[in-house]
């Protein structure tokens, strides 16, 4: 009961939140170091998703590598990184692309993959040309399985960008490693908690995100229902 006394006493305490060891500069810290690997597993998971879904080829690889790089062991491959690049940001980058890549991957594939064929081949017909049907037509009907993807990317890169704090960069790994140097469990639970609570409320945020471009996600209830009860005046 303590360790959770001492933890709450740290969050509470305002002096601790500020400074360039605060908890606002953790968080910023770990904000950064997340949004550039999901930014970078965007860069290579979307394009090889869009190409592949589209084309219908190649599934079986994707499948196979996406599931190569889920069995990576994070830490291992960053003590491995770091042994050939030393230390810096690009180690822990590189391994947290090893989480970020495989959702937003298989979100793409399966958003583009399962669009409508006949809404597909209609676009074809009009005369759209291949990237036409790409961007205009799978894309935006694809949005809400990849946005999927890219919630699922993001709180795996979260979770897992504490180990920055391994190769002595900041963040909220901070907390956990220095608490377990320190035998100072209290900071592990205040680290712990931190990342919980800032990957919920970024899965909250893309969770409305994805609400809001899915079909029909504005219209209000019933109101289909209403506009077929309306009686007729014609005749």
Same mark, same amino acid.
């Given at each position: 009961?303590?360790?959770?006394?001492?933890?709450?006493?740290?969050?509470?305490?305002?002096?601790?939140?500020? %400074?360039?060891?605060?908890?606002?500069?953790?968080?910023?810290?770990?904000?950064?170091?997340?949004?550039?690997?999901?930014?970078?597993?965007?860069?290579?998971?979307?394009?090889?998703?869009? &190409?592949?879904?589209?084309?219908?080829?190649?599934?079986?690889?994707? $499948?196979?590598?996406?599931?190569?790089?889920?069995?990576?062991? !994070?830490?291992?491959?960053?003590?491995?990184?770091?042994?050939?690049?030393?230390?810096?940001?690009?180690?822990?980058?590189?391994?947290?692309?090893? $989480?970020?890549?495989?959702?937003?991957?298989? %979100? !793409?594939?399966?958003?583009?993959?399962?669009?409508?064929?006949?809404? $597909?081949?209609?676009?074809?017909?009009?005369?759209? !040309?291949?990237?036409?049907?790409?961007?205009?037509?799978?894309?935006?009907?694809?949005?809400?399985?990849?946005?999927?993807?890219?919630?699922?990317?993001?709180?795996?890169?979260?979770?897992?960008?504490?180990?920055?704090?391994? $190769?002595?960069?900041?963040?909220?790994?901070?907390?956990?490693?220095?608490?377990?140097?320190?035998?100072?469990?209290?900071?592990?639970?205040?680290?712990?908690?931190?990342?919980? *609570?800032?990957?919920?409320?970024?899965? %909250?945020? &893309?969770?409305?995100?994805?609400?809001?471009? *899915?079909?029909?996600?504005?219209?209000?209830? %019933?109101?289909?229902?209403?506009?077929?009860?309306?009686?007729?005046?014609?005749?």
């Amino acid at each position: 009961m303590n360790l959770f006394i001492d933890a709450w006493h740290y969050l509470s305490t305002g002096a601790n939140w500020s %400074g360039p060891t605060g908890i606002g500069e953790r968080i910023l810290q770990h904000l950064w170091y997340s949004v550039l690997a999901v930014g970078l597993s965007a860069a290579v998971a979307l394009p090889i998703g869009l &190409l592949v879904g589209h084309t219908r080829r190649g599934s079986a690889a994707i $499948v196979g590598f996406a599931n190569a790089m889920r069995a990576l062991p !994070t830490l291992g491959l960053l003590t491995f990184v770091v042994l050939l690049l030393g230390l810096g940001l690009l180690p822990p980058l590189l391994a947290l692309l090893t $989480v970020g890549i495989p959702p937003l991957l298989a %979100g !793409t594939y399966a958003g583009i993959a399962n669009v409508d064929p006949a809404v $597909v081949d209609a676009s074809r017909a009009m005369g759209m !040309t291949e990237r036409q049907v790409l961007l205009q037509v799978e894309l935006p009907n694809a949005l809400p399985v990849l946005l999927t993807g890219l919630r699922g990317a993001t709180l795996q890169v979260v979770a897992t960008a504490t180990i920055a704090a391994y $190769v002595n960069l900041g963040g909220l790994g901070r907390y956990i490693f220095d608490g377990i140097g320190l035998y100072r469990y209290d900071r592990v639970l205040v680290g712990a908690i931190l990342v919980a *609570a800032l990957a919920l409320a970024l899965d %909250g945020l &893309l969770a409305l995100l994805a609400w809001a471009v *899915a079909p029909g996600a504005r219209r209000p209830r %019933g109101l289909g229902r209403a506009r077929r009860s309306e009686p007729s005046t014609a005749g």
